[in-house]
């Protein structure tokens, strides 16, 4: 059953059209609190037009989503390969970042209230 919070097809709520959609990376990092973007030597995950590396990017951009928690695809993130590289568990071992419990949160609340809560928080991502 569809509802504007959640259309068909969706995990959860989606984003509204006042959402900070360029705060959030395709993989659930909160761009907002990233020093770089702060200092203005990065433009953030959805305007970074050098991240043509990034597959999870072009697989969020190419199926419509704003983020992997929108996905359909698969029935677990940990079952995509796209996002379970080996620089992602790198990342996470080094940062004791856990991207899946990102996801998870803005399946449970939305884009809009996940970036208010790591904006509280000053976390790019949800620790370990």
Known sequence: ??????????????????????????????????????????????????????????????????????CTHHEKISDCKKFNTLFAKLFALVFRSDRKASLARISQIGLEAYAQEMRKKDQVVIKR
């Open 1 to 70: 059953m569809s509802s504007p919070h959640n259309p068909v097809g969706t995990r959860g709520p989606t984003i509204g059209p006042s959402a900070p959609r360029d705060l959030v990376s395709a993989c659930g990092l909160f761009c907002g609190a990233c020093h770089k973007f702060k200092r203005k030597s990065c433009p953030g995950c959805e305007k970074n037009d050098k991240a043509t590396w990034c597959k999870i990017r072009l697989c969020t951009r190419e199926n419509g989503y704003a983020t992997c928690a929108e």
